[in-house]
């Protein structure tokens, strides 16, 4: 089966209050997140490009506390990697939330893959939802949508895999690689620590972090343990790959992506920031 690399383009941080977006067991708790755009690179020289960062003037910022410099700005980040947009024929878009599409518009000649449910979500987003959506930057690019309707091959070796929760329409996309089949979670998980199961210490360096405002987070206290403990007996920890939209369906999705990932990348990681090309840099020390 044909071979793919995946290259997590770094292009700008969010300082993110997740006390406003996840729940309250999050209230003071700010943390610096990545955003990344995702090359995705065959042998032959073909690139397709999965989601495309944020706006800043676009992104409410009293939550996302959205900054970049001036290197990270999309058009130098697709430059210093070797994409012409104009060249671009095929953009995945995992989700329509603000991070992902602003700058799909680069992309002139390109089609959108995108699910069916998503559209459809966002053009009539639901309470708190609209919040996450920013319509005007893709609404006259919709002609150039192409629409899937649950797992879909899109290629020889890359696949769209329906994973709501975060979104009604969310999807992620798995890559054939020579390490075998990454999966790009989009926001079915933000950080590893959302898969505690499998990444205990990165769930517990999350943990450490999440205290009360200027309060460290002793993981030595029984009571912290016994908490800690409830949620490794749990199927997977969740809390780190925000449920917004459906708790359930982000824990089932979560679960499916999880079986079917030799190598796994979240949302908005950190240790990605020192991972290049997937598979040949993917470390987790
Ligand atoms: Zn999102």
């Known amino acids: 089966m044909k071979e793919y690399c995946i290259k997590p383009l770094l292009t700008g941080w969010f300082h993110m209050n997740w006390g406003l977006i996840m729940s309250p067991i999050a209230a003071g708790y700010f943390a610096d997140l990545p955003v990344f755009m995702f090359l995705i690179e065959g042998e032959d020289g073909e690139q ?141 998980a933000y950080l590893y620590g959302g898969l505690a199961k499998r990444f205990p210490q990165q769930f517990y360096e999350v943990v450490a972090k999440g205290g009360v405002a200027g309060k460290e987070l002793d993981l030595n206290d029984p009571e912290v343990q016994e908490v800690l403990s409830r949620v490794f007996g749990a199927r997977y920890g969740g809390y780190f790959g925000p449920s917004i939209l459906n708790p359930g369906e982000i824990m089932r999705s979560l679960a499916k992506l999880d079986l079917m990932a030799d190598i796994v990348i979240p949302g908005h990681d950190p240790l990605l920031t020192r991972m290049k090309i997937i598979p040949d840099d993917y470390d987790l020390e």
């Open 48 to 188: 397709i490009i999965v989601d495309a960062s944020y706006q800043h003037d676009h992104v409410p910022k009293f939550i996302f506390g959205p900054h970049r410099t001036p290197e990270l700005e999309v058009p130098e980040v697709l430059k210093a990697n070797g994409v012409d947009p104009l060249a671009i024929e095929t953009v995945i878009i995992t989700h329509l939330h603000h991070d992902h599409t602003g700058y799909l518009y680069l992309f002139e000649n390109a089609n959108y893959y995108v699910q069916e449910e998503e559209l459809i979500n966002a053009y009539f987003p639901m309470g708190y939802q609209a919040v996450g959506g920013y319509p005007d930057e893709w609404i006259d690019l919709v002609p150039r949508f192409r629409l899937v309707n649950g797992d879909f091959n899109l290629k020889e070796g890359i696949d769209l895999i329906f994973a709501p929760g975060h979104t009604a329409g969310h999807q992620a996309v798995a890559v054939n690689t020579s390490r075998g089949r990454a999966i790009i979670f989009g926001d079915a």
